[in-house]
């Protein structure tokens, strides 16, 4: 997943931001309200995040004013709420503002991630289950797993975000530029040849029929019609 992570704390924010990282996930970073608005509202990148996690008290906007502004806006990305407001009516205002969840902070690690993930589930109305099928081929977001013909295939972190983009999206083009912003933060640098070296391992394990390369414009994997 491709998440938003809007919180002021350099130190917290750095902490969540490796350990969700460790997950496989891959993680923007904003410290102020003013900041996240701006990349939501005007970044042509926005409507590629998966998830918003959003503290309340930040500078130059408060939370609950930006998350008003991005629904405003028609920003539907799941918002997460992560908070030391741990009222009742605090989190009435959070949920009534936008909010899909909220939690209390210290926030525990694996909880997190687990139900940001129950977000993207929510989120993804086309798909009845987290596994995802293709031939013989089965990717498994919550155990972080592929097999082919019942055989487990070990890929980097970066090839199963790649795998499993192009697999939610079968029969799509995604474009070299989508998929190096679901693949990579802001800030970070990315080799000329990253993607295709990601692809060719990927074809390596799974077969070099699965993905199909569409010239001058990106990657898809074909949709499997369904039997008669």
């Known amino acids: 997943m491709r998440i938003l992570l809007i919180e002021d704390n350099i ?7 490796m350990g969700l990282k460790t997950f496989g996930h891959t993680v ?8 996240a608005l701006t990349s939501l509202t005007t970044r042509r990148a926005d409507a590629d995040f998966d998830v918003i996690l959003l503290d309340l008290g930040l500078p130059g906007m408060d939370g609950i004013d930006l998350l008003k502004a991005i629904r405003k806006h028609g920003t539907p990305t799941p918002v997460m709420i992560l908070t030391a407001r741990d009222a009742i009516e605090d989190r009435v205002l959070g949920l009534n503002a936008g909010a899909d969840d909220y939690m ?8 997190l991630e687990a ?8 989120s993804t109305t086309e798909a009845i289950s987290t596994v995802i099928t293709h031939g013989d081929i089965i990717l ?3 155990s972080h797993s592929v097999t082919k013909a019942g055989e487990t295939i070990s890929i980097s972190r970066r090839e199963f975000s790649l795998l499993q983009k192009l697999m939610e999206n ?7 530029e989508q998929l190096n912003q679901s693949l990579y ?12 070296v990601h ?11 699965l993905i199909r390369t569409i010239r001058g414009v990106g990657y898809m994997i074909e949709k499997i019609s369904d039997p008669l």
């Open 11 to 17: 130190d917290l924010a750095d902490a969540i931001r």
């Open 28 to 35: 923007d970073l904003v410290h102020s309200g003013t900041e």
């Open 104 to 111: 209390t902070k210290p926030v525990d690690l694996k909880e």
């Open 115 to 122: 139900r940001t993930r129950a977000l993207k589930r929510r």
């Open 140 to 142: 498994d977001p919550a």
């Open 170 to 176: 079968s029969g799509r083009v995604i474009s070299r």
């Open 185 to 196: 933060g802001w800030g970070e640098s990315i080799d000329s040849n990253a993607l295709e």
């Open 199 to 209: 692809v060719h391992n990927i074809r390596k394990r799974l077969g070099n029929k």
